[in-house]
C-alpha cells in the first residue's frame, strides 16, 4: 500500500471531517436577485479542506496555493477563518484526541510543558517583541503534551510574553476532560526552569500534579548517575 503525502487527505479521514464542518447558510434578510445557475460555484468543501492542510503541512504562504488544484487561495483563506471560528479546528482535535484515547489510551501520568518563539502567523492577534531579535515581532507557543508527547494544550501569545505566566491558562485549557489523580494514578508535570518558583509550584499542586522542574543540565547529570532513569521532557520538544 503506498503512502500519501503529508497533505494528502484519505477518503478515510474526510469522512472524520466532513461531519464537523458547518453547513452553509443563506442570509434571510438578503434578497438574491441572481439567476439560478448563475455566477461562480462554491468550492467544494473538500477541495477546501485539503488546501488548507497543504498549508498548514507545507508552511507555504496561502497565496502560493495552487490555484489550479484547490482553486483560489483567498477564498480558501476565508474559509480557513470562519471555520476557525466556528471551532471547527477544536472540535477536530477533540474528536482526535477521542480516538487515540480509545485505540492507545491518554497517558495521563507523564506531562510535559514547554513553550517555544515562532514567527506571527496570527499578525496583530497575539505578538509581541522577540526577546531575541528586538528588531522583530513573534508568537510564543505554549503547550501541554501527555507522556508520548499528544497535545493536549496550547495557547498561543505574544513572544515577550514569560512562560511562567502562561502556565495556569495552559493547564485551564485542556481540550478534553483530565481525569482526577489518584494515589494509585498519580499525575506528574514535567517542567524547565521556566516555570520555576513558589506560585507556579503552588499552581501545579493546587491541581493535583506532582511537579518535577529541572534544568537542562540536572537531566544530563541525572542520566549519568541514576540507573534507569528516564527524561521525559523531550516529548514536549519534539510535538514543538
Same mark, same amino acid.
Given at each position: ?11 478515510? +479521514?474526510? /469522512? ?6 458547518? $453547513? ?14 448563475? =455566477? ?6 473538500? $477541495? %477546501? ?14 497565496? @502560493?496555493?495552487? /490555484?489550479?488544484? +484547490?482553486? *483560489?487561495?483567498?477564498?480558501? !483563506? ?16 477533540? @474528536?482526535?484526541? &477521542? ?5 492507545? =489510551? ?20 497575539? %505578538? ?8 522583530? /515581532?513573534?508568537?510564543?507557543? !505554549? ?6 508527547? %499528544? ?14 505566566? $502562561? ?5 485551564? *485549557? ?12 498519580? $499525575? !506528574?508535570?514535567? &517542567?524547565? /526552569? ?6 507556579? !509550584?503552588? *499552581? ?31 516529548? %514536549?520538544?519534539?510535538?514543538?
Amino acid at each position: 500500500m503506498s503512502r500519501l503525502p503529508s497533505w494528502a487527505v484519505s477518503d478515510a +479521514f474526510w /469522512k472524520r471531517v466532513e461531519p464537523l464542518l458547518p $453547513q452553509p447558510t443563506s442570509n434571510p434578510n438578503k434578497s438574491y436577485l441572481r439567476k439560478k445557475g448563475g =455566477g461562480r460555484k462554491p468550492l467544494a468543501y473538500r $477541495q %477546501v479542506f485539503e488546501g488548507i492542510v497543504y498549508v498548514l503541512r507545507t508552511g507555504c504562504q496561502w497565496k @502560493a496555493l495552487p /490555484k489550479e488544484v +484547490f482553486g *483560489s487561495p483567498s477564498s480558501i !483563506h476565508t474559509y480557513f477563518r470562519r471555520w476557525e471560528k466556528a471551532g471547527v479546528f477544536l472540535a477536530l482535535w477533540r @474528536a482526535g484526541l &477521542a480516538e487515540y484515547d480509545e485505540m492507545e =489510551g491518554i497517558s495521563w501520568s507523564w506531562q510535559s510543558i514547554d513553550s517555544a518563539m515562532t514567527k506571527a502567523p496570527l499578525a496583530r492577534e497575539a %505578538v509581541g517583541p522577540n526577546p531575541t531579535d528586538r528588531g522583530k /515581532k513573534g508568537s510564543k507557543r !505554549h503547550l501541554l503534551v501527555e507522556e508520548r508527547g %499528544v497535545p493536549l494544550s496550547i495557547v498561543v501569545t505574544g513572544a515577550n510574553r514569560h512562560d511562567v505566566t $502562561q502556565l495556569e491558562i495552559v493547564l485551564d *485549557s485542556i481540550v478534553i476532560q483530565r481525569p482526577e489523580p489518584t494515589v494509585e494514578q498519580p $499525575q !506528574h508535570l514535567c &517542567a524547565d /526552569k521556566g516555570y520555576d518558583g513558589k506560585p507556579a !509550584h503552588q *499552581s501545579l499542586v493546587d491541581r493535583d500534579y506532582i511537579p518535577h522542574v529541572r534544568r537542562r543540565g540536572e537531566e544530563i547529570e541525572a542520566k549519568k548517575t541514576v540507573p534507569g532513569y528516564r527524561a521525559r521532557r523531550w516529548v %514536549v520538544e519534539v510535538c514543538h
